[in-house]
């Protein structure tokens, strides 16, 4: 009987406590959100944007968490969790797509766009986003928004690139992707692929000569601390990838679907309207307290080297013909300015 009597405070506690887990809100529907860059960094900016977005719209059902700085692993390990839906989102790099989708190496052929505004006119045109952002739901997952990634260039510690000429013998890290590989053959360099992650310590430690990205990657990342020569060669302008699980998206009600579209619209803009600042931003740090030194080469031998690539891709893939002479409209309505990549890079 005694044991009865100490035992049941106990009982009615847990009684009480199923019973008011039961009155409760119901718990809000967790949906994480990784990527690879800094906190200050515009994708950041734009997720936490997309955040508040889809929580205050849909009343607090959704509790969004943004992860950066690989906190979810390296872009590669996040979207392999975005596939199994261990993640419901992440941002990816194009290059790392092409390897689910042979159509998502159009946008990797360096030298596509002639200029950033045909750049942009291309990614916001949906027949030529759209094929190709669907292209990847047999992989488990799909496009549902392009983030500005600016025009790569490369950078290294030892010297200027001003030629194709200037790198060889140069082990310049790329992203995992065939298309890199062969791009840095066709300009005499050695691709050297590995994580965004890893960059710092293998540019620090010469593991390798040098790495190929936008300005932002000498600031946030701090590879202006050791790369001193930024050269404005411009080979590519490959957008940054919002990508979704597929079983998430499908699960979604209708109305709130178009709620979560509405967010990735607003996430695109906010990263789009930061971007312009932030490189503007990046270059001054850069050169005035890292100590870079931004060159501005001719583009035509860079070009030149590379010209194969498109006729190769468009024999491989006769399929992505129509979305390429798309690109060349666009570019046709945009062309460069008179300059090439100075009067890019410097605007």
């Known amino acids: 009987m005694k044991r009865i009597q100490c035992l049941l405070p106990a009982l009615l506690l847990a009684v009480l406590a199923a019973f008011l887990r039961g009155c409760a809100a119901p718990e809000r529907t967790l949906v994480r959100v990784g990527h690879n860059q800094a906190t200050d960094h515009p994708t950041h900016l734009a997720l936490l944007a997309f955040e508040t977005y889809v929580e205050e719209a849909l009343g607090g059902k959704y509790d969004v968490e943004v992860y950066p700085s690989e906190l979810l692993g390296s872009q590669t390990d996040m979207v392999q969790l975005t596939q199994t839906g261990a993640i419901d989102f992440c941002v990816a790099s194009n290059s790392i797509l092409e390897t689910f989708s042979a159509d998502y190496t159009l946008f990797n052929l360096p030298y596509l766009f002639a200029s950033s505004e045909a750049y942009h006119a291309s990614m916001d045109d949906p027949e030529i986003t759209g094929p190709l952002f669907a292209s990847t739901r047999p992989a488990g997952f799909e496009a549902v928004a392009w983030l500005d990634a600016g025009a790569r260039s490369f950078y290294t510690v030892s010297r200027p690139i001003r030629s194709p000429d200037d790198l060889k013998g140069l082990k310049i890290r790329v992203q995992q992707s065939p298309t ?39 600031t ?3 590879h202006g601390d050791v790369c001193k020569y930024y050269s404005y060669d411009m080979h590519q302008m490959i957008p940054d990838i919002l990508i979704a699980n597929c079983e998430f998206l499908d699960g979604l009600p209708a109305e709130e679907r178009a709620i979560f579209s509405e967010g990735f619209a607003v996430a695109g803009a906010v990263q789009r309207a930061a971007w312009t600042d932030a490189v503007a931003a990046a270059k001054e740090y850069a050169e005035t307290v890292q100590g870079v ?19 190769a891709l468009l024999e491989e893939s006769p399929a992505l013909r129509p979305l390429y002479e798309k690109i060349q409209a666009h ?8 300059g090439g990549a100075a009067d890019e890079a410097a605007s």
């Open 180 to 218: 890199n590989v062969e791009m840095l053959r066709l300009l005499g360099g050695s691709a050297t692929p590995m994580g965004f992650g890893d960059v710092y310590t293998a540019l620090q430690s010469k593991v390798i000569d040098g790495a190929e990205n936008n300005e932002l990657a000498l």
């Open 220 to 222: 946030s990342n701090g």
């Open 293 to 311: 030194t931004f060159d501005y080469p001719d583009q035509a031998p860079f070009r030149e080297s590379c010209a194969p690539m498109h006729a």
């Open 331 to 338: 570019n046709a309505a945009h062309p460069a300015e008179e």
